[in-house]
Nanobody, 125 residues
Framework: QVQLVESGGGLVQAGGSLRLSCAAS????????MGWFRQALGKERDLITA????????YYADSVKGRFIISRDNAKNTVSLQMNSLKPEDTAVYYC??????????????????WGQGTQVTVSS
């Protein structure tokens, strides 16, 4: 089992920045790809960014490319999401997720088996 705990959500004005963090425990963190998903009210949960187990590869959905940055620290068992130039359409619950690296493509939403509890991000216009 992998336990994930997100922090850092909140209310911010459009154009502002927030940084989300996710702390992992329970298994060898460097054996897992990590992703951030988000789910807006009434919509599906979507993968917006992911980072491979080593940190050597990253993926960004078009909606966040150029504004969000994912990073990980395998020594500290953490993954972070720096969100800049936030827009009202970024309002959602953000989830940290983990996928075992064996035989799984980090940028596919399939295979993410472990989830945090979610943190609300609200961007006001």
């Amino acid at each position: 089992q992998v336990q994930l705990v997100e922090s850092g959500g909140g209310l911010v004005q459009a154009g502002g920045s927030l940084r989300l963090s996710c702390a992992a425990s329970g298994r060898t963190f460097s054996n897992y790809h990590m992703g951030w998903f988000r789910q807006a009210l009434g919509k599906e949960r979507d993968l917006i960014t992911a980072i491979s187990w080593s940190g050597g590869n990253t993926y960004y959905a078009d909606s966040v490319k150029g504004r969000f940055i994912i990073s990980r620290d395998n020594a500290k068992n953490t993954v972070s999401l720096q969100m800049n130039s936030l827009k009202p359409e970024d309002t959602a619950v953000y989830y940290c997720a983990a996928a075992y690296y064996g035989g799984r493509y980090f940028a596919s939403p399939r295979g993410y088996d472990y989830w945090g509890q979610g943190t609300q991000v609200t961007v006001s216009s």
